[in-house]
């Protein structure tokens, strides 16, 4: 077992978001970035098979997907989504974020 206490990783950084690697696995992995207000996680994707999910831990802001799809998220919600699916965060410009990523599996 292994016991991951996020309270170590609540650090912001105004000029960039913070990466955090939680978890590595061949099964999957897990990451926690913190994006400080109006911070954006850029939209990307990823040419490899698998799923990814994205929880918001605290704070509000946006997931965001293709064609600037964006859908309003805070704290409690999921996305679920393909790897290989256009997917980002953006933080509300009035609210710090904080988000945990699982990728299975990592590529």
Not at 2 to 22: A, G, M, P, T, V
Not at 28 to 34: E, V
Not at 37 to 66: E, M, R, T, W, Y
Request: proline share 5%.
């Amino acid at each position: 077992m292994k016991l991951i206490h996020l309270s170590e990783s609540n650090e912001f950084d105004e000029k960039k978001f913070k990466r955090f690697l939680l978890h590595d696995s061949p099964y999957f992995r897990i990451l926690n970035f913190n994006l400080a207000a109006g911070q954006l996680f850029p939209v990307h994707n990823h040419p490899a098979d698998g799923q990814l999910s994205i929880h918001v831990l605290d704070g509000k802001g946006f997931f965001l997907g293709a064609d600037d799809a964006e859908m309003a998220a805070e704290a409690g919600d999921v996305l679920v989504c393909d790897i290989s699916e256009k997917h980002g965060v953006r933080a509300a410009e009035e609210s710090n974020m904080r988000i945990l990523v699982t990728i299975a599996p990592p590529f």
